[in-house]
């Protein structure tokens, strides 16, 4: 099994992802299976330890156990991180992040005040700097979250979210960005949007569906 197309969203998935991309045929399904892979894989590079950290403290920060954090990383007076989380490195972690647990956050990226994460992924270099939420999201290399923006994972509803017109069995999916893409403050994205690669938006609330940049185009001119 393979994702089909995959170098449409990412070019520079990190290694340590191989595995979970490489078991899925849908982008989402590397969402629901995230739990589990995450369980283990921070197992491993801890050693079993409660948590291994690597990386700078500043002031007073709760880190939980499950948790791996590289060196060079920093991480900032009041940040609370639950596991199992991994954060590689050289990233850094401000102060008011609250990593909620089956997070990865790829080396060189950033985490800022006021962002809450959970059930993510975060490649290389990827910044959510300020007041963001990343709910069940998979965030490509040098995407950045303008301040304030939110990925939605939950419809009003609450019933199983369709993308594309296909069933993903889930009510729970954020956004998947490809690499490149930006948001602009304050954009948020409903339940079950997906960016190809270096997509730029700021507007109106997105539903669910699968982007490029043709079809978004088409979208705002609907």
Not at 28 to 56: C, E, H, R, T
Not at 64 to 73: F, L, N, S
Not at 111 to 125: D, F, P, T
């Amino acid at each position: 099994m393979a994702i089909k197309n995959i170098e449409d969203y990412f070019s520079n998935i990190p290694p340590d992802l191989g595995e979970i991309f490489e078991d899925n045929e849908e982008l989402w399904g590397v969402l629901k299976d995230l739990p589990y892979f995450m369980k283990k894989f921070v197992a491993q590079k801890s050693g079993n330890k409660d948590a291994v950290v690597k990386g700078v403290k500043i002031g007073e920060v709760y880190i939980d156990h499950d948790v791996y954090i590289g060196r060079g990383t920093v991480i900032e007076h009041g940040a609370m991180i639950k596991g199992p989380t991994y954060i590689g490195e050289n990233c850094e972690i401000r102060s008011g992040a609250y990593i909620r647990g089956n997070v990865y956050v790829a080396s060189g990226s950033m985490v800022g005040h006021g962002a809450e994460i959970k059930n993510s992924i975060l490649m290389g270099k990827a910044h959510a700097g300020h007041l963001n939420y990343l709910g069940d999201s998979i965030i490509g290399a040098g995407v950045n979250l303008g301040a304030g923006s939110i990925l939605a994972n939950l419809r009003f509803d609450e019933k199983e979210i369709k993308i594309a017109g296909k069933n993903t069995g889930l009510k729970k999916i954020g956004a998947i960005l490809g690499d490149g893409s930006q948001l602009g403050c304050n954009t948020v994205l409903n339940p079950g949007v997906i960016f190809k690669k270096n997509i730029w938006y700021s507007g109106k609330p997105l539903k669910s569906g699968i982007y490029s940049r043709k079809k978004l185009e088409e979208t705002q001119n609907s």
